[in-house]
């Protein structure tokens, strides 16, 4: 009796689990575009005393598909979510154009920082965005290195660094 319930139990398990989805994108992906947008996305916090006082969140946008790597071969591009505790209320001052918070590349200052809406067409393809982050596109020189270390800086509360591989 007790051989039989084990190797009832035994079945069933090895059923359900050889049945079972390996791949969460499967069930969860958008589509192939959300589902690299994700794949290339890192997020970083600079914390004070437990407390968020910035968060960024990155999407490498050069090695997302054919069409991006055309698109985005004059340099390195970032579609980039910031949120800034205590922020300023206008755009010219707040976000990455706050005089106390710096984003850099491998060391390297940005060479343009665009701000988006919510409406623009890359905002609505890419993954986390809410309407608490100001959003950018931000694009540096090109580098030859394979390690892509994007750092972003607060004057008073410190640093986080996202690091992103350029290789397939």
């Known amino acids: 009796m007790k051989f039989k319930l084990l190797i009832s139990v035994f ?13 969460a994108f499967r069930v969860f992906s958008k589509d192939k575009l959300y589902e690299e947008a994700i794949s290339n996305t890192k997020k970083g916090e600079i914390l004070s005393s437990l407390e968020n006082k910035a968060i960024i969140i990155a999407t490498y946008l050069n090695k997302m598909n054919k069409n991006y790597e055309k698109k985005y071969a004059d340099g390195e591009y970032f579609f980039v979510r910031v949120f800034i505790d ?35 067409e890359l905002a609505k393809s890419m993954p986390l965005v809410k309407k608490w982050y100001r959003i950018y ?5 090109k580098t030859e290195s394979q ?19 350029k290789g397939e």
């Open 11 to 23: 079945l069933i398990i090895s059923i359900f689990s050889g049945c079972a989805d390996k791949s």
């Open 147 to 165: 390690t892509l270390k994007l750092i972003f800086k607060s004057d008073d509360y410190g640093q986080i660094r996202l690091i992103f591989e």
């Open 86 to 120: 205590n922020d300023f209320d206008e755009s010219s001052r707040a976000g990455l154009f706050n005089p106390k918070y710096h984003i850099y590349l491998n060391e390297n200052e940005p060479v343009e920082i665009k701000e988006l809406s919510m409406e623009d």
């Open 137 to 141: 596109l931000v694009k540096f020189s």
